[in-house]
T-cell receptor, first 113, second 112 residues
Framework: DAGITQSPRHKVTETGTPVTLRCHQT?????MYWYRQDPGHGLRLIHY???????DKGEVSDGYSVSRSKTEDFLLTLESATSSQTSVYFC????????????FGPGTRLTVL | DAKTTQPTSMDCAEGRAANLPCNHS???????VYWYRQIHSQGPQYIIH???NNETNEMASLIITEDRKSSTLILPHATLRDTAVYYC?????????????FGTGTRLQVFP
């Protein structure tokens, strides 16, 4: 499972507050991804990283920013949370770009009131 | 937009083969078909993938039609632990990495 942990696992916050979710991996995988999962939409890619300090946008990046200052950590920030960002957030990693498998973390359930 | 369509739900008797269909009629020549599953809202788990040829591993078989517009995931002897949501996914190459484009998945219920 690539030793992926996500923190926090559950969070309730209020509209307008900043929120940061953390993804930590222990396998030295180069590529890391943030997805959100909502009913009726499967998983959708928010942002991804292809190396330290190298990131790019996914399908649903509006309202989110990311940072990767070291290989093992990939942070997802909601600068000003909105109710539409209530979701389950999954982090994933991959060793190399063409590796067959992305490994997923356990998820973070975020509720924005 | 999702590049795959799947039935919303399916049932299967324990011990029987579960055949999960997927349509991907707009798939491009260099895009792989992947299958993942998600149990009890855990993180998705990789099952199998293929490009043109049929594939088999210890978990499942993947049958891809010759025109590549559809595929079928086969769990040869379903068990109760195979109850999960199964996602048919297209892997799309991009500038810096490949992206997985998830569909909405099929909820498979295996019953005794």
């Amino acid at each position: 499972d690539a030793g992926i942990t996500q923190s926090p696992r559950h969070k309730v916050t209020e509209t307008g507050t900043p929120v940061t979710l953390r993804c930590h991996q222990t396998e030295n995988h180069r590529y890391m991804y943030w997805y959100r999962q909502d009913p009726g939409h499967g998983l959708r890619l928010i942002h991804y990283s292809y190396g330290v300090k190298d990131t790019d946008k996914g399908e649903v990046s509006d309202g989110y920013s990311v940072s990767r200052s070291k290989t093992e950590d990939f942070l997802l920030t909601l600068e000003s949370a909105t109710s539409s960002q209530t979701s389950v957030y999954f982090c994933a990693t991959r060793l190399e770009p063409n590796d067959n498998e992305q490994f997923f973390g356990p998820g973070t359930r975020l509720t924005v009131l | 937009d999702a590049k795959t369509t799947q039935p919303t739900s399916m049932d299967c008797a324990e011990g029987r083969a579960a055949n999960l269909p997927c349509n991907h009629s707009t798939i491009s020549g260099n895009e792989y078909v992947y299958w993942y599953r998600q149990i009890h809202s855990q993180g998705p788990q990789y099952i199998i993938h293929g490009l043109k040829n049929n594939e088999t591993n210890e978990m499942a078989s993947l049958i891809i039609t010759e025109d590549r517009k559809s595929s079928t995931l086969i769990l040869p002897h379903a068990t109760l632990r195979d109850t999960a949501v199964y996602y048919c996914i297209v892997r799309v190459p991009t500038r810096n990495t490949d992206k997985l484009i998830f569909g909405t998945g099929t909820r498979l219920q295996v019953f005794p």
